[in-house]
C-alpha cells in the first residue's frame, strides 16, 4: 500500500485574481475616461440679480418685554407697539414684499419665553425668512 499524504488546509487567501480583476478595471476606466464630457456650470453672473437685498424689520424686545419695531430698510428710530399692532404691521410688510427678512433683537436679561412667542407669532403670520441678532463679542 502507497502511503498518502495529509492534506493540509491552506491559511492563506489567493489574492491574484482579486489583482487581475482590478487591473482589468482600471484598463477600462482608463479606455473609457476620453469619451467622458464634463458637465457644465452655469455661474451666476452680475447682470442676472436685478433686485438689491432688502433690509430687514428688527423686533426689539427691551428688558421690561415691551415691543419695538425698526425698519433697517428706512434706518428710522424704533416704534413701541403692542402685540396686536405688531401682528398687523408684520402682515401689511409681509403682503408689501413677502421675502423681507424678519430680525429678532432682544436684551439679555429678558426671559427666552418672550422671545420664543415672538417666533411663533412670525410663523404663524407666516414669515419665511426670521432671525435672531447677536452681538458681536468684544475682544
Known amino acids: 500500500m502507497i502511503p498518502r ?5 491552506m ?13 482589468v478595471l482600471l484598463v477600462i476606466f482608463m479606455v473609457t475616461a476620453p469619451f467622458i464630457n464634463p458637465s457644465q456650470i452655469e455661474l451666476p453672473s452680475v447682470g442676472k440679480s436685478s433686485l438689491a437685498p432688502v433690509g430687514p424689520l428688527e423686533i426689539m424686545i427691551r428688558a421690561d418685554g ?6 433697517r430698510e428706512l434706518a428710522e428710530e424704533g416704534i413701541a407697539v403692542g402685540e396686536l399692532e405688531l401682528k398687523k404691521t408684520i402682515e401689511a410688510r409681509q403682503k408689501l414684499m413677502p421675502n423681507q427678512p424678519v430680525v429678532i433683537s432682544a436684551d439679555k436679561s429678558v426671559r427666552y419665553e418672550a422671545v420664543m ?6 410663523q404663524r403670520l407666516g414669515v419665511a425668512r426670521v432671525g435672531l441678532m447677536v452681538k458681536p463679542a468684544q475682544p
Not at 499524504?5 to 488546509?9: G, P, V
Not at 415691551?66 to 425698519?71: A, I, K, N, P, T
Open 66 to 71: 415691551s415691543l419695538m419695531l425698526r425698519d
Open 11 to 23: 491559511n492563506q487567501i489567493n489574492v491574484v485574481p482579486y489583482i487581475d480583476v482590478m487591473l
Open 117 to 122: 412667542k415672538v417666533m411663533d407669532t412670525m
Open 5 to 9: 499524504r495529509q492534506r493540509r488546509a
